[in-house]
């Protein structure tokens, strides 16, 4: 050991390695490697030359585990879901068909390829419905003499395509949603997050997905335009911007204040 010392203490050793005695060996780790660098300029180059590799699904990425993953999603959004509607308001019809196609393309037999999955065509339709009708019931109690015309033109902008795949990708339902293209097209994705709402109702009761609709202030918004300082409310609807006085329809909500933002 006092051979080592001496040989450290002067600064002979080499680069790599140097037996000093029997049994002892002391190493020199650089902390930068020399290839790094070539390494390093050459990826880039050919990301350059090749693009940027297609976007992966959640599925496919390292460290997934999808019980885990729908759990932490209702834990998430602190509400209660029944896991085994959960699960089946991310599974989508095209879905279904691919995977069956690539395995009869494997040469699996029929009762290899059946999946036993159910589809979200059900709590679709059962979660629109209920949207639907809770957005109009608001729309009316709070707009009591907005016309049907305005209340139909509300509900729809709030649950289009676009409002509904927002709040979706914001709440991260695109990454647990089973389609079968990636990324998931907005007809898709929208269906699956009606189909959420639908699991949830049948999970906790329309009180709760009632709540459920009407807390997301933040994400669930109406556009708006200031003239004079009245609040109208934009929206599309038959084919035109609808705009819409809130101080004619209701005296409560003459102010500056959206009142989309107090849902």
Same mark, same amino acid.
């Given at each position: 050991?006092?051979?080592?010392?001496?040989?450290?203490?002067?600064?002979?050793?080499?680069?790599?390695?140097?037996?000093?005695?029997?049994?002892?060996?002391?190493?020199?780790?650089?902390?930068?490697?020399? $290839?790094?660098?070539?390494?390093?300029?050459?990826?880039?180059?050919? %990301?350059?030359?090749?693009?940027?590799?297609?976007?992966?699904?959640?599925?496919?990425?390292?460290?997934?585990?999808?019980? =885990?993953?729908?759990?932490?999603?209702?834990?998430?959004?602190?509400?209660?879901?029944?896991?085994?509607?959960?699960?089946?308001? #991310?599974?989508?019809?095209?879905?279904?068909?691919?995977?069956?196609?690539?395995?009869?393309?494997?040469?699996?037999?029929?009762?290899? %390829?059946?999946?036993?999955?159910?589809?979200?065509?059900?709590?679709?339709?059962?979660?629109?419905?209920? %949207?639907?009708?809770?957005?109009?019931? $608001?729309?009316?109690?709070? #707009?009591?003499?907005?016309?049907?015309?305005?209340? =139909?033109?509300? &509900?729809?902008?709030?649950?289009?395509?676009?409002?509904?795949?927002?709040?979706?990708?914001?709440?991260? &339902?695109?990454?647990?949603?089973?389609?079968?293209?990636?990324?998931?097209?907005?007809?898709?994705?929208?269906?699956?997050?009606? =189909?959420?709402?639908? =699991?949830?109702?049948?999970?906790?009761?329309?009180?709760?997905?009632?709540?459920?609709?009407?807390?997301?202030?933040?994400? $669930?918004?109406?556009?708006?335009?200031?003239?004079?300082?009245?609040?109208?409310?934009?929206? $599309?609807?038959?084919?035109?911007?609808?705009?819409?006085?809130?101080?004619?329809?209701?005296?409560?909500?003459?102010?500056?204040?959206?009142?989309?933002?107090?849902?």
């Amino acid at each position: 050991m006092a051979a080592c010392r001496a040989l450290v203490s002067r600064a002979v050793l080499p680069l790599h390695f140097h037996h000093v005695c029997r049994g002892v060996m002391l190493t020199h780790i650089r902390e930068k490697k020399r $290839w790094m660098k070539a390494y390093t300029l050459i990826m880039e180059r050919k %990301t350059k030359m090749e693009g940027p590799p297609p976007p992966k699904p959640r599925s496919q990425q390292p460290n997934f585990d999808y019980h =885990a993953e729908v759990e932490a999603f209702s834990a998430r959004l602190q509400e209660s879901f029944s896991v085994e509607l959960l699960k089946t308001a #991310f599974v989508n019809t095209c879905y279904l068909r691919s995977e069956e196609e690539r395995r009869r393309a494997l040469g699996l037999d029929l009762e290899t %390829t059946t999946l036993n999955l159910k589809d979200n065509g059900k709590l679709c339709v059962h979660g629109q419905q209920f %949207t639907k009708g809770f957005l109009s019931d $608001w729309c009316r109690g709070s #707009f009591p003499s907005l016309p049907e015309e305005g209340v =139909a033109a509300v &509900v729809g902008h709030l649950t289009g395509a676009e409002v509904m795949c927002h709040v979706a990708q914001n709440l991260a &339902v695109e990454d647990l949603t089973m389609s079968a293209e990636f990324p998931v097209p907005d007809e898709t994705l929208q269906g699956t997050f009606f =189909a959420v709402i639908g =699991a949830l109702e049948q999970s906790s009761g329309p009180v709760r997905a009632g709540l459920f609709i009407r807390v997301r202030q933040d994400l $669930w918004k109406v556009p708006t335009i200031h003239r004079n300082k009245r609040v109208c409310v934009c929206v $599309w609807g038959g084919g035109c911007y609808v705009l819409f006085h809130l101080h004619l329809f209701n005296p409560l909500f003459s102010s500056r204040q959206l009142p989309a933002a107090k849902l």
